[in-house]
């Protein structure tokens, strides 16, 4: 269903040789829930691999009844081979994906957790598959999408505010650290995750070292996306479709997520628009601040669009690694870690309208 903030694969799928999407054990735990959620004759006729899934796989299911007539596609999101640091699995994801949807967050809400699929200790996550465009590129360009871009920005603060109406208050069992400092926690996050780029980056030791000086005012903790950003939600004609890829999904402060839309990365061809190539800071924030009933000092939005920043260009470099590594072969993964010095650029570009 999500893609990554670059073009995906011309050609989506597996090669005839490669390994089987599912095993023959996965695929009996696949139809059975079919089965049980989406039809009682219910039967699988199709995988194909949706491109894009830095932190998890995302296989389109086709599907059909007992006569043979087609019945709505489904998607499974399955764990990957490997995962980023601080990424949730399937099995912390689906809490958080059910809670987000009961709060009003136009999200695909799970239909169940399939344990060991596609394989022996990873778990998948099944949901029904919401038509949209999730391209960056195409979201901020395509013509056919031009009357949705001009309500995006306000649909999508009305769905930030009502993932951050969710708070641990509310669901105490939802996700660890509830009781944690959001910004002890992120500032602790980013120096594990920058451990050892630091002195091989001279710019990211820089900024973060900056970060630890203007530590944001507003430490209350909700539910934070954490991945909030054009390429992980889905947009039609009709406008916002769905938000996608809860995997960091995590209590923290709501400027994290505000923040993080504003990461120089998700602008694509309109860079003079801060908030993911559909408009101005100001414009995004009063909408967020309307929907949320409170405001948000902008302070605390400039400490984490450099955060953002920082935390994205670490990620490109981790994207890499975990090529090189071996748990993935990934060109997409691969040629992420070239955009890193963008953000860099970025987050110096910030700290000196700063100062």
């Not at 809490?95 to 394989?119: C, D, F, Q, Y």
């Not at 022996?120 to 009357?147: K, N, T, Y």
């Not at 910004?183 to 030791?205: F, I, K, Q």
Request: net charge negative; hydrophobic share 45%; aromatic share 6%.
């Amino acid at each position: 269903m999500a893609r990554p903030p670059f073009p995906p694969s011309p050609h989506p799928g597996q090669h005839p040789m490669a390994r089987p999407m599912l095993s023959d054990e996965a695929r009996a735990t696949v139809e059975e829930a079919l089965r049980a959620h989406v039809a009682p004759n219910a039967r699988l006729t199709g995988i194909s691999r949706l491109s894009g899934g830095a932190c998890q796989q995302n296989l389109l299911l086709t599907l059909a009844d007992g006569n043979g007539d087609p019945l709505p596609p489904h998607v499974l999101r399955a764990d990957a081979a490997t995962s980023l640091p601080m990424s949730l699995r399937r099995r912390q994801e689906e809490p958080v994906m059910r809670a987000a949807a009961a709060a009003g967050v136009p999200t695909p809400a799970p239909l169940a957790l399939l344990e060991s699929v596609p394989r022996p200790g990873r778990d998948a996550v099944l949901m029904p598959w919401v038509e949209g465009e999730a391209v960056g590129a195409r979201i901020i360009a395509s013509d056919s999408l031009a009357e949705a871009r001009k309500d995006l920005p306000e649909a999508l603060a009305r769905a930030l505010a009502r993932i951050h109406s969710v708070t641990p208050d509310d669901h105490p069992e939802l996700l660890p650290n509830a009781a944690d400092d959001p910004v002890d926690v992120a500032m602790n996050g980013l120096r594990v995750l920058t451990e050892g780029l630091c002195a091989m980056r001279p710019a990211l030791s820089l900024a973060v070292r900056w970060l630890e000086d203007h530590l944001p005012a507003d430490r209350t903790p909700v539910l934070v996306h954490g991945d909030f950003r054009v390429g992980n939600f889905l947009v039609s004609p009709r406008g916002l479709e769905a938000v996608l890829d809860w995997e960091f999904a995590h209590w923290g402060a709501a400027g994290e997520d505000l923040g993080w839309i504003m990461v120089r990365d998700w602008r694509f061809s309109r860079p003079e628009l801060p908030v993911g190539g559909l408009c101005g800071r100001e414009t995004f924030l009063r909408a967020w601040e309307n929907h949320a009933g409170r405001t948000i000092d902008r302070a605390d939005v400039r400490f984490w669009e450099v955060y953002g920043n920082v935390r994205w260009a670490a990620g490109c470099h981790f994207q890499t690694m975990r090529v090189l590594a071996g748990g993935e072969r990934n060109l997409e993964l691969l040629a992420i870690s070239r955009r890193a010095v963008e953000m860099e650029v970025e987050a110096l570009r910030l700290i000196d309208r700063a100062t």
